[in-house]
Protein backbone atom coordinates (compact mmCIF):
# COMPACT_ATOMS: atom_id res chain seq x y z
CA UNK A 1 0.00 0.00 0.00
CA UNK A 2 1.02 3.52 -0.38
CA UNK A 3 3.10 5.66 1.91
CA UNK A 4 2.34 8.63 3.32
CA UNK A 5 5.28 11.36 4.29
CA UNK A 6 3.41 14.44 6.37
CA UNK A 7 5.20 17.45 7.51
CA UNK A 8 5.96 18.80 9.64
CA UNK A 9 4.94 16.49 12.98
CA UNK A 10 4.21 19.26 15.14
CA UNK A 11 4.12 22.75 15.42
CA UNK A 12 3.60 25.56 17.96
CA UNK A 13 2.38 28.86 16.21
CA UNK A 14 1.31 32.32 16.98
CA UNK A 15 -2.26 33.50 17.00
CA UNK A 16 -3.16 34.96 14.02
CA UNK A 17 -0.47 32.71 11.83
CA UNK A 18 -1.01 30.59 8.81
CA UNK A 19 0.97 27.15 9.20
CA UNK A 20 1.05 24.68 5.86
CA UNK A 21 1.06 20.88 5.97
CA UNK A 22 2.33 18.74 3.39
CA UNK A 23 1.70 15.43 2.86
CA UNK A 24 3.80 13.43 -0.07
CA UNK A 25 2.85 9.94 -1.06
CA UNK A 26 5.39 7.59 -2.17
CA UNK A 27 2.72 6.22 -5.62
CA UNK A 28 -0.24 7.73 -7.18
CA UNK A 29 -3.59 7.41 -5.09
CA UNK A 30 -6.84 8.16 -6.73
CA UNK A 31 -7.97 10.61 -3.77
CA UNK A 32 -6.54 12.29 -0.57
CA UNK A 33 -8.16 13.78 2.21
CA UNK A 34 -7.59 16.14 4.68
CA UNK A 35 -8.82 15.48 8.60
CA UNK A 36 -8.45 17.10 12.27
CA UNK A 37 -9.28 15.69 14.83
CA UNK A 38 -9.58 17.89 18.33
CA UNK A 39 -8.86 17.35 21.81
CA UNK A 40 -11.08 14.37 22.97
CA UNK A 41 -12.98 13.92 19.46
CA UNK A 42 -12.71 11.59 16.57
CA UNK A 43 -11.21 12.54 13.59
CA UNK A 44 -13.18 14.36 11.50
CA UNK A 45 -12.98 14.66 7.49
CA UNK A 46 -12.14 18.74 6.46
CA UNK A 47 -12.33 18.43 2.86
CA UNK A 48 -11.19 16.31 -0.07
CA UNK A 49 -8.38 17.02 -2.46
CA UNK A 50 -9.51 17.37 -5.84
CA UNK A 51 -6.22 16.94 -8.31
CA UNK A 52 -5.94 20.44 -10.38
CA UNK A 53 -9.51 22.04 -9.15
CA UNK A 54 -10.71 22.99 -5.72
CA UNK A 55 -11.22 20.86 -3.01
CA UNK A 56 -14.63 19.79 -1.83
CA UNK A 57 -15.30 20.81 1.82
CA UNK A 58 -17.38 19.50 4.22
CA UNK A 59 -20.08 21.22 6.32
CA UNK A 60 -18.50 23.53 8.97
CA UNK A 61 -14.96 24.05 6.82
CA UNK A 62 -14.14 26.24 4.53
CA UNK A 63 -11.73 27.47 1.66
CA UNK A 64 -10.80 30.69 3.56
CA UNK A 65 -10.08 29.08 6.60
CA UNK A 66 -7.87 25.98 5.63
CA UNK A 67 -7.30 26.15 1.72
CA UNK A 68 -6.12 23.08 0.26
CA UNK A 69 -4.01 22.34 -3.13
CA UNK A 70 -3.56 18.89 -4.74
CA UNK A 71 -1.43 20.03 -7.83
CA UNK A 72 -0.65 16.20 -9.12
CA UNK A 73 -1.52 12.85 -7.68
CA UNK A 74 1.20 12.22 -5.31
CA UNK A 75 0.89 15.61 -3.35
CA UNK A 76 -0.91 17.80 -1.79
CA UNK A 77 -1.21 20.48 0.82
CA UNK A 78 -3.33 21.90 3.73
CA UNK A 79 -2.98 25.66 5.26
CA UNK A 80 -4.38 26.56 8.53
CA UNK A 81 -5.24 29.89 8.23
CA UNK A 82 -5.45 33.25 10.79
CA UNK A 83 -5.08 30.71 13.46
CA UNK A 84 -6.70 30.64 17.20
CA UNK A 85 -6.00 28.60 19.94
CA UNK A 86 -9.34 26.85 18.49
CA UNK A 87 -7.12 24.95 16.15
CA UNK A 88 -4.78 23.53 18.23
CA UNK A 89 -5.64 19.72 17.07
CA UNK A 90 -4.12 16.77 15.02
CA UNK A 91 -4.50 17.42 11.69
CA UNK A 92 -4.11 14.23 9.46
CA UNK A 93 -4.39 13.65 5.60
CA UNK A 94 -5.28 10.28 4.38
CA UNK A 95 -4.56 8.51 0.55
CA UNK A 96 -7.12 6.09 -1.27
CA UNK A 97 -5.31 3.47 -2.92
CA UNK A 98 -7.76 1.53 -4.88
CA UNK A 99 -10.96 0.17 -3.47
CA UNK A 100 -10.79 0.78 0.09
CA UNK A 101 -7.72 0.87 0.11
CA UNK A 102 -6.75 3.98 3.00
CA UNK A 103 -3.50 5.03 4.34
CA UNK A 104 -2.87 7.77 6.82
CA UNK A 105 0.04 10.01 6.98
CA UNK A 106 1.54 10.50 10.68
CA UNK A 107 0.06 13.70 11.89
CA UNK A 108 0.53 17.04 12.68
CA UNK A 109 0.04 18.20 15.94
CA UNK A 110 -0.59 22.06 16.10
CA UNK A 111 -0.06 23.77 19.10
CA UNK A 112 -1.46 27.95 18.75
CA UNK A 113 -0.53 30.07 21.60
CA UNK B 1 -23.68 14.04 15.17
CA UNK B 2 -21.70 10.90 16.21
CA UNK B 3 -23.06 8.54 13.63
CA UNK B 4 -20.22 5.79 14.98
CA UNK B 5 -19.73 5.38 18.63
CA UNK B 6 -17.46 3.52 20.66
CA UNK B 7 -18.75 3.81 23.97
CA UNK B 8 -15.39 2.11 26.05
CA UNK B 9 -12.66 5.11 25.91
CA UNK B 10 -10.67 2.17 27.25
CA UNK B 11 -9.96 -1.24 28.15
CA UNK B 12 -7.61 -3.51 30.03
CA UNK B 13 -6.74 -6.79 29.38
CA UNK B 14 -4.10 -9.53 30.62
CA UNK B 15 -1.77 -11.33 28.28
CA UNK B 16 -2.17 -14.09 26.40
CA UNK B 17 -6.25 -13.62 26.80
CA UNK B 18 -9.37 -12.18 24.58
CA UNK B 19 -9.80 -8.29 24.33
CA UNK B 20 -13.28 -7.19 22.63
CA UNK B 21 -13.52 -3.61 21.11
CA UNK B 22 -16.56 -2.71 20.37
CA UNK B 23 -18.11 -0.27 17.66
CA UNK B 24 -22.44 0.78 17.44
CA UNK B 25 -23.06 2.68 14.41
CA UNK B 26 -26.66 4.52 13.49
CA UNK B 27 -26.82 5.16 10.06
CA UNK B 28 -28.07 2.16 7.94
CA UNK B 29 -26.52 3.19 4.75
CA UNK B 30 -22.66 1.92 6.16
CA UNK B 31 -21.54 -0.99 4.15
CA UNK B 32 -18.18 -1.31 5.00
CA UNK B 33 -16.48 -0.98 8.05
CA UNK B 34 -12.58 -0.94 9.12
CA UNK B 35 -10.90 -1.02 12.30
CA UNK B 36 -7.35 1.16 12.55
CA UNK B 37 -4.96 0.83 15.55
CA UNK B 38 -2.68 4.40 16.32
CA UNK B 39 0.46 4.77 18.29
CA UNK B 40 1.32 7.74 20.05
CA UNK B 41 3.04 10.11 17.31
CA UNK B 42 1.54 7.94 14.74
CA UNK B 43 -1.15 8.13 12.02
CA UNK B 44 -3.86 5.43 12.17
CA UNK B 45 -2.73 2.12 10.82
CA UNK B 46 -4.94 -0.26 8.53
CA UNK B 47 -5.93 -3.17 10.29
CA UNK B 48 -8.72 -5.04 9.61
CA UNK B 49 -11.89 -4.77 7.53
CA UNK B 50 -15.75 -6.30 6.98
CA UNK B 51 -18.11 -5.52 3.91
CA UNK B 52 -21.83 -6.00 5.38
CA UNK B 53 -22.38 -9.10 2.98
CA UNK B 54 -20.62 -10.31 5.65
CA UNK B 55 -20.88 -11.20 9.02
CA UNK B 56 -16.99 -12.18 9.97
CA UNK B 57 -13.73 -11.68 8.85
CA UNK B 58 -10.37 -12.93 10.22
CA UNK B 59 -6.80 -11.95 10.05
CA UNK B 60 -4.60 -14.38 12.34
CA UNK B 61 -5.43 -13.34 15.67
CA UNK B 62 -8.14 -10.37 14.67
CA UNK B 63 -11.40 -11.32 13.98
CA UNK B 64 -14.17 -8.77 13.14
CA UNK B 65 -17.65 -9.57 13.52
CA UNK B 66 -20.66 -7.58 12.15
CA UNK B 67 -23.72 -7.63 13.68
CA UNK B 68 -25.73 -5.38 10.93
CA UNK B 69 -29.41 -6.11 12.79
CA UNK B 70 -27.63 -4.61 15.96
CA UNK B 71 -25.68 -1.89 14.05
CA UNK B 72 -22.56 -3.20 15.96
CA UNK B 73 -19.33 -4.57 15.07
CA UNK B 74 -16.45 -5.59 17.87
CA UNK B 75 -13.04 -6.63 16.82
CA UNK B 76 -11.24 -9.32 19.13
CA UNK B 77 -7.87 -10.06 19.30
CA UNK B 78 -6.78 -13.72 20.45
CA UNK B 79 -4.02 -14.15 22.42
CA UNK B 80 -3.55 -10.50 23.61
CA UNK B 81 0.00 -9.15 23.25
CA UNK B 82 1.93 -6.25 25.31
CA UNK B 83 2.50 -5.07 21.26
CA UNK B 84 -1.34 -4.92 21.06
CA UNK B 85 -1.12 -1.68 23.27
CA UNK B 86 -2.53 0.92 21.15
CA UNK B 87 -5.57 3.27 20.56
CA UNK B 88 -7.78 1.50 18.32
CA UNK B 89 -10.68 3.19 16.01
CA UNK B 90 -13.06 1.68 14.23
CA UNK B 91 -14.68 3.21 10.90
CA UNK B 92 -17.57 3.39 8.92
CA UNK B 93 -17.88 4.04 5.05
CA UNK B 94 -21.47 4.52 3.15
CA UNK B 95 -22.26 2.87 0.08
CA UNK B 96 -22.47 6.49 -2.06
CA UNK B 97 -19.41 8.16 -0.97
CA UNK B 98 -15.58 8.27 0.12
CA UNK B 99 -15.65 9.91 4.05
CA UNK B 100 -14.90 7.76 6.78
CA UNK B 101 -16.80 8.05 9.65
CA UNK B 102 -14.54 7.46 12.87
CA UNK B 103 -15.56 6.53 16.36
CA UNK B 104 -13.67 8.20 18.76
CA UNK B 105 -11.11 5.13 19.61
CA UNK B 106 -11.05 2.59 22.95
CA UNK B 107 -7.46 2.80 24.31
CA UNK B 108 -6.72 -0.84 24.19
CA UNK B 109 -3.67 -1.72 27.40
CA UNK B 110 -2.39 -5.52 27.39
CA UNK B 111 -0.80 -5.94 30.86
CA UNK B 112 2.28 -8.57 30.51
Known amino acids: SAVISQKPSRDICQRGTSLTIQCQVD?????MFWYRQQPGQSLTLIAT?????????ESGFVIDKFPISRPNLTFSTLTVSNMSPEDSSIYLC??????????FGSGTRLTVV | DQQVKQNSPSLSVQEGRISILNCDYT??????FLWYKKYPAEGPTFLIS?????DKNEDGRFTVFLNKSAKHLSLHIVPSQPGDSAVYFC???????????FGTGTSLTVIP
Open chain 1, 94 to 103: SGRDGNYGYT
Open chain 1, 27 to 31: SQVTM
Open chain 1, 49 to 57: ANQGSEATY
Open chain 2, 27 to 32: NSMFDY
Open chain 2, 50 to 54: ISSIK
Open chain 2, 91 to 101: AALKNTGNQFY
